[in-house]
């Protein structure tokens, strides 16, 4: 065995074998990897999440022909790439209605500047609201009709849209059972939430036993949030 001859190639191959690393750089290297996998989990975590909470498609909205408060033709598709908030009240009404149009005026305001969002009324006294009265009853309220539309129309109508399509129903009391001459409907009292595609997303009781609207409210403007983020 020749010895000078493997000791020449050992030292040979350690002149070209590079140094290794300092142990700085090692743990440079270690942290930046954990910092990365770190973001990959928790970017995972954060999709997870935004499944699991996605607000679930309740129905479709349909087309409708109604008049606004200022007598102007209104149809599904000046609302579509608007999420919307929509309610149904009557302006005779002495019980619920101004508290809902109350809250209605709350979430308005509650409203960023830079929302697209959209507030509906639609009325379930056609005979009585027409789109004057409804005018009022808005300005009554503070209502910003560049947001916020009052709808009346045939009772058809009102009907396709209000029980078929939004699921807010509206029931006259017969006139035996009246209490009060503004004693005219049993209706919803809900506020429904509609997305940018017509699908009705969300529903909230606005009062009633058990409810408490300050708690409501923010859920209702989170919801409009949330639906304005998706495509």
Known sequence: MNFRAIARATRRLMA??????????????????????MAWLLSLAEVSRAH?????????????????QDGKITTLADLTNHVWIADIIFTRCAGPCPIMTGHMKSVQDALPQSSDAKLVTLTTD????????????GERFGADFNRWTFLTGTKTEIASLGSGSLKLSAVPVKLEDQKSVADLFIHSTYFVVVDKHAQLRASFETGGEGVDWTNVQPRVVAAVNQLERER
């Open 126 to 137: 056609p005979d009585f609201d027409s789109p004057a009265i409804l005018k009022k009853y």
């Open 52 to 68: 699991k909470s996605a607000l679930p498609v309740l129905g479709q909205i349909a087309d409708f022909t109604l008049t606004n």
């Open 16 to 37: 070209e074998t590079p140094p290794p690393l300092p142990r700085t750089l090692w743990l440079g290297v270690g942290l930046l990897f954990g910092v990365l996998v």
